[in-house]
């Protein structure tokens, strides 16, 4: 595996996902993208110029809103593949211009989640929410604009960036909203069995017959294996076509999961292992 350089995020600098990528790879150049799609092509390029980052990190669940909506559209179609994984949680801060107070602030600005997230702070100070279409961003417009009745709702990080003042930390509503980030890369990198917990991320199409599904999954129910995570998907608009993506604790050259994943293949179609990486110390 070629040494990782730079890695790739959706969001706007200062955004959650550029703080984990600070917090976890500070020695990597990140880049933003404009969206997800843009993220998977920034590294899957392989023109003669090269890709234009290694690595990818990118959103798949949060603990207050479920999945990432669009993540399953991409990863199985990609030909990227998750290396680790890393929970981050979240925490917004009310933020303005430099010199600013509640009492002058009359609106809000941030996405849609994070306004939704923070009812309580906007509600105490009679505010009026404005929806933006990504928290960094907000607080670059509050600092572009240079009004001192607008505020931001964004992660800590931006205010640095863009200039801003906090006028109040860790606004948000509930004190266990956590997002999990997965890292994808071009090389199918996996650990050796016995170097940790792991976690094994796989997709499948179930065969379209009576209990193809219950049949399937028997197998990790016989052989122990934990599974974390079980969502379908409707493939190509058909609602007789199901996908699902699939997460369990385990690595697939151990016997019983290897024995599973054999069960798993025979009761259905388009088995693709997606990644195995060390499971986050917040899992175990």
Do not use: W
């Not at 979240?90 to 509640?102: N, Q, W």
């Not at 999954?217 to 699939?246: C, D, H």
Request: charged content about 20%; some cysteine.
């Amino acid at each position: 595996m070629i040494q990782p350089r730079r890695i790739a995020y959706q969001g706007e600098p200062g955004s959650n996902s550029h703080t984990v990528c600070e917090r976890e790879y500070p020695q990597l150049e990140a880049v933003p993208c404009a969206s997800f799609e843009d993220v998977f092509a920034t590294v899957e390029r392989t023109d003669s110029g090269g890709p234009e980052a290694d690595l990818a990190l990118i959103p798949i669940d949060n603990s207050l809103a479920g999945r990432v909506s669009d993540i399953h559209h991409f990863l199985p179609a990609s030909r990227l593949h998750i290396v680790a994984e890393h929970f981050h949680r979240v925490r917004f801060a009310l933020m303005a211009v430099p010199g600013v107070s509640t009492g002058q602030l009359r609106t809000v600005h941030s996405h849609v989640h994070a306004l939704g997230q923070c009812r309580k702070v906007i509600r105490e100070l009679g505010l009026e929410p404005v929806i933006s279409g990504d928290t960094a961003g907000a607080a670059r417009e509050v600092a572009e604009a240079g009004d001192l009745t607008m505020a931001a709702i964004s992660p800590p990080l931006a205010a640095s960036i863009y200039g801003l003042e906090v006028l109040r930390d860790d606004i948000e509503d509930e004190d266990h909203n956590t997002t999990r980030f997965v890292v994808l890369s071009r090389d199918f990198v996996v650990p050796p069995v016995g170097s940790g917990p792991m976690v094994t991320s796989f997709i499948f199409n179930v065969r379209n017959i009576p209990a193809a599904l219950y049949k399937a999954l028997g197998g990790f129910a016989t052989n122990g294996i934990n599974m974390t995570k079980l969502e379908s998907y409707m493939v190509g608009g058909r609602f007789a076509a199901t996908q699902f993506l699939s997460e369990v604790d385990g690595h697939p050259d151990e016997p019983a999961l290897a024995r599973a994943l054999d069960e798993l293949r025979f009761f259905t179609t388009d088995v693709k292992i997606l990644g195995v990486y060390p499971a986050a110390p917040e899992r175990v």
